[in-house]
């Protein structure tokens, strides 16, 4: 069965310093990864996304991701964090037999302190 | 980009009435629409999957005569908790998928938030 971990429940981090959220999946079939951003009492918003080809993967808001597949990972990064960048973080994946069902990992909180 | 609302974005119920719940994708047709529920500082856990014009598929241990799902139109799908409880109470969201494949993007709803007194 699918499974999706974030190795971290919180991340604090002072404002302007890089920051690094992981994920690991384990699928045995291809897998389609995604993280998500999510803002108090609000929907998710897509950061990223990586399907195929190149494996890292830039999104928006200056987050980038790389796809590792002996590693079974898919880290989020930025180089540096702004206080806006507060917000949960998910890491989804899905897989082509998945009927579009995204398995999401439990979510890592970013603090980011002045 | 593709935009999906809620409504209510929040609601609050007194014990054992029912309260509909719209997801609504505003830009673009949805042949697939998932619900989740969202605990505090806990993850999404998927209720169910509606495709326009079939029967929902429920996840293991969501009850279906609790939370009724229809999905009438390809723009529209709406979740019914039937003879809400405290229980309850919690942060749904809905998400709607074009049904171009597993590559393609869900588009999220903002969430309505329940509170069940």
């Known amino acids: 069965a699918q499974s999706v971990t974030q190795l971290d429940s919180q991340v604090p981090v002072f404002e302007e310093a890089p920051v690094e959220l992981r994920c690991n999946y384990s699928?045995?079939?291809?897998?389609?990864l995604f993280w998500y951003v999510q803002y108090p009492n609000q929907g998710l918003q897509l950061l990223l996304k990586y399907l195929s080809g190149s494996t890292l993967v830039k999104g928006i808001n200056g987050f980038e991701a790389e796809f590792n597949k002996s590693q079974t990972s898919f880290h989020l990064r930025k180089p540096s964090v702004h206080i806006s960048d507060t917000a949960e973080y998910f890491c989804a994946a899905t897989s082509s037999g998945g009927y579009n069902k995204l398995i999401f990992g439990a979510g890592t909180r970013l603090a980011v302190h002045p | 980009g593709a935009v999906v609302s809620q409504h209510p974005s929040w609601v609050i119920c007194k014990s054992g009435t029912s309260v509909k719940i719209e997801c609504r994708s505003l830009?673009?047709?949805?042949?697939?629409m998932f619900w989740y529920r969202q605990f505090p500082k806990q993850s999404l856990m998927l209720m169910a999957t509606?495709?326009?014009?079939?029967?929902?598929?429920?996840e293991q241990g969501v009850e279906k005569d609790k939370f009724l799902i229809n999905h009438a139109s390809l723009t529209l799908s709406t979740l019914t908790v039937t003879s809400a409880h405290p229980e309850d109470s919690s942060f749904y969201i809905c998400?709607?998928?074009?049904?171009?494949?597993?590559?393609?993007?869900?588009?999220f709803g903002p969430g309505t938030r329940l509170t069940v007194l």
């Open positions: 998400s709607a998928h074009p049904g171009l494949g597993p590559r393609s993007e869900q588009f």
């Open positions: 699928s045995s079939v291809s897998v389609y």
């Open positions: 509606s495709n326009e014009g079939s029967k929902a598929t429920y």
């Open positions: 830009d673009f047709q949805a042949t697939t």
